[in-house]
């Protein structure tokens, strides 16, 4: 698709379902990369989507039609770099995309606290480096400064 860019958008929070769905409805292609955690309640385990990214939505659009976006409700504002919309190459999408499609993201951990260096051993994220921010008893908040991203990993 010539002159097609990825672009992010920021979302409200837990609306990134919703805006999808919207957006799609307006025949703008979109990513909004998910992973499935489970989630406990008082009376039973279940699967659950959530976004892999919080408040982040992909679009592919031309340059000249990104205020159509706007006509969503739950969309804030596009995520700039330098100043400028930030642009995702494809190759970056493509590569998430697949990624996704082949494994989880956990985490075997032992004796972290906030501030500990955490090196990700699987996942889209297999690889990188990051700071410990939070931790409980089944999830690590992992801020990965290089990608400017707060990931969630499963304890296993």
Known sequence: MKGMQWFVIYVKPRAEKKVVQE???L???VFCPMITEVRQWSDRKKKVEVPL???YVFVQLKEKEREIVFQ???VVRY???LKKPAIVRDEEIRVLKETLSEVGVNAQVENLKPGDRLKVKSGPFAG???VVQELTKRRVQLILKDLGLKI???KV
């Open 27 to 29: 025949g703008i292609t």
């Open 152 to 154: 969630t990993l499963m």
């Open 79 to 81: 995520l700039f770099w």
């Open 128 to 130: 990188k480096e990051g």
């Open 23 to 25: 957006l799609e409805k």
């Open 53 to 55: 990214i919080n408040s």
């Open 72 to 74: 969503v409700p739950y």
